[in-house]
C-alpha cells in the first residue's frame, strides 16, 4: 500500500467468501464510487467458480465510464495465495449450505420454538457457531501465518462468535466486525424526527448515537439530531402510535422478510427506557421465547416478518443466475449509495481521514464499563490511520445488562464447547439460550440438540462424532 497526495493505491484487499452475490456486490459498487483508493481485491471461495463470476463482475464494472475507481480483481484458489501479503481481510461466509440452516432455523418449530433469523441466538444460532467456529480457527491461523499486519474485517454471523474466535486464536490480530442493523435504526429515528420537527434535510449521519450492547441486541442510550434530545420525541411517538407501530415509506412489514414495524422496538422503550437498535426479528430472539416469537399469531400480532429458510434458498437461485448474467454482460450493477460503510473505514485505516461507527470488538478497553472483558460488545469506536479507538459507552442499563449476560456467558460456553467437542457445555448454552429456557424439558432439549447436531455433522470436527 502507497499514501501519496492524499491517495492510498497498491491496496491489497483479501476477500474470504469472495463468490457472495451481497456483500461482495455491495462492496464492489462502494468501490466504484471512490477515487481516493485503488489497488486489487483477491477473491478466495471454497466455490472457486463462483469467485471467477466475480472478477469477471468486477472486472466489467471498472471498465465503465462512471465507475471512479481503478480496481483489479483476481480469483485465488488457496488462503495463502490471497492473504499474503494483504493490507485488509474481508470475511463474508456462508457457514455450511442452506439445507443446514433449513434444520437450524426449522426443526426447533417441532418443539414449539421459533426463530425468525436463526443465525446469531437461540437454537439456530448455537448449532450455526459450531460449524462457523472450526472455519474461523483455520482462518485466524492463516491470518496469523500470511498477513498479521492485516486489518480484519468480519461481516459474518454469529458476528460474535466469530470475532470471538479470531482474537482467542489471534490474539494480536486488527479485527473488528462490521454490522448495519444500527443504520437501520438511526433511519428510523430520522424519520420519525421529520415527521415531528418538519424538517426535511436530515441524513442518517445527523443521528448521533450512544451504542452499547453486543450484536443485534444493541441499544442506545442517548440519542440526538442537531440540538434536539431524541428521546422525548421517540417517546411522544410511540404513545400516538404504538399499537399501529411505525411503517417504513420504503418498506412494508407486510411484503418482504426483513422488515417490521418496529413494535418490538416500542415495547422494549415503554420497559426499559432505552432505544433497542436492531430489527425487531433480531430483538426477539434475544428475549424469553414466550414474549415476541411464542408463536405465528404472537409474532404476526407484533408486525414483524419471519425469515423462512425456503425464501433464502429461492433468492439463491434467483442471485446465481443474476450472476450469470452479470458476468455475461447482459445486466449491470446499479451504481448507488449502498448505507454501508465498510470502504469508509478503510479509508480512514488508511489514513484518509478519521470516521466514527459503531464495530464489534472485544471489551478489552471497557467501552461498556459492566460487561467483561472478554465480551465481545458493540459500541462506537474512532477510526484514524492504523488505529481503532473505542469510544467510553457508560455502563449498560442494569435491566438490560441482565437480559444480556446469558448471551454473553453463553458465547463462552459455546467457544470452549465448540473447541474442545464438549457437548455438555454446548447443551448447558442451549438450554439456558432465552428462545429455549422453559420451553421444552431436558430430554426434549437432548434430543433437539443432538437430531440439530446429525443435521449439520458434515461440518463439525471428528469429535462430535461419537456424541450424536
Known amino acids: 500500500m502507497i499514501y501519496k497526495e492524499n491517495r492510498c493505491t497498491d491496496v491489497k484487499i483479501a476477500y474470504i467468501g469472495g463468490g457472495s452475490h451481497a456483500w461482495a456486490w455491495v462492496f464492489m459498487t462502494d468501490l466504484a464510487g471512490e477515487t481516493e483508493l485503488s489497488g486489487t481485491v483477491r477473491l478466495y471461495d471454497i466455490n472457486e467458480e463462483a469467485a471467477r463470476l466475480n472478477q469477471e463482475i ?27 501479503g494483504a493490507d485488509f481481510v474481508i470475511i463474508s461466509i456462508l457457514p455450511g449450505t442452506f439445507e443446514e440452516m433449513e434444520s437450524d432455523v426449522h426443526l426447533p418449530e417441532k418443539y414449539g420454538i421459533y426463530q425468525s433469523v436463526g443465525d446469531t441466538a437461540g437454537p439456530g444460532g448455537i448449532v450455526r457457531a459450531l460449524r462457523t467456529i472450526p472455519m474461523y480457527v483455520d482462518i485466524a491461523n492463516a491470518l496469523k501465518t500470511y498477513c498479521p499486519e492485516a486489518w480484519v474485517i468480519n461481516y459474518t454471523n454469529p458476528m460474535s462468535l466469530c470475532v470471538k474466535t479470531l482474537y482467542h486464536v489471534f490474539p494480536h490480530i486488527k479485527a473488528f466486525g462490521c454490522c448495519h442493523e444500527v443504520f437501520g435504526t438511526q433511519k428510523v429515528l430520522k424519520n420519525i424526527y421529520m415527521l415531528e420537527s418538519g424538517e426535511t434535510d436530515i441524513k442518517r449521519e445527523d443521528i448521533h448515537v450512544n451504542v452499547v450492547g453486543i450484536n443485534h441486541f444493541t441499544w442506545f442510550t442517548k440519542a440526538s439530531c442537531k440540538s434536539s434530545d431524541l428521546f422525548p420525541v421517540y417517546r411522544k411517538f410511540i404513545k400516538e402510535h404504538y399499537e399501529e407501530g411505525y411503517h417504513d415509506p420504503d418498506r412494508n412489514w407486510m411484503n418482504g ?45 407484533w408486525k414483524f416478518a419471519m425469515t ?9 437461485a434467483d442471485k446465481n443466475s443474476q450472476a450469470l448474467r452479470l458476468a455475461g454482460g447482459k445486466e449491470e450493477l446499479e451504481l448507488k449509495d449502498t448505507g454501508e460503510e465498510g470502504i469508509r473505514l478503510i479509508k480512514a485505516l488508511c489514513g484518509l481521514g478519521r470516521f466514527v461507527s459503531n464495530v464489534n470488538i472485544p471489551n478489552y478497553g471497557r467501552q461498556i464499563s459492566n460487561f467483561p472483558q472478554n465480551a465481545v460488545v458493540e459500541t462506537n469506536a474512532v477510526f484514524s490511520r492504523d488505529e481503532i479507538n473505542p469510544v467510553f459507552s457508560g455502563t449498560c442499563p442494569e435491566e438490560i445488562k441482565a437480559l444480556t449476560m446469558p448471551h454473553i456467558e453463553n458465547h463462552e460456553r459455546v467457544l470452549q464447547g465448540a473447541l474442545t467437542c464438549d457437548f455438555e457445555q454446548i447443551y448447558l448454552a442451549f438450554m439456558s439460550d432465552p428462545l429455549v429456557k422453559g420451553r421444552i424439558s431436558f430430554g426434549e432439549g437432548e434430543a433437539l440438540l443432538k437430531e440439530m447436531l446429525r443435521n449439520t455433522a458434515a461440518y463439525l470436527p471428528e469429535g462430535w462424532k461419537k456424541h450424536i
Open 58 to 84: 468486477g472486472t466489467r464494472l471498472f471498465q465503465r465510464e462512471e465507475a471512479k475507481g481503478d480496481w483489479r480483481f483476481e480469483t485465488k484458489s488457496s488462503l495463502k495465495e490471497a492473504l499474503d
Open 257 to 301: 422478510t426483513f422488515n417490521c414495524a418496529h413494535r418490538v422496538k416500542f415495547d422494549l422503550f415503554n420497559r426499559y427506557g432505552a432505544i433497542a437498535a436492531a430489527g425487531d426479528r433480531h430483538l426477539a430472539e434475544f428475549l424469553p421465547g414466550d414474549r415476541y416469537l411464542k408463536d405465528k399469531e404472537t409474532v404476526k400480532k
Open 308 to 316: 423462512p429458510v425456503s425464501w433464502r434458498k429461492e433468492r439463491q
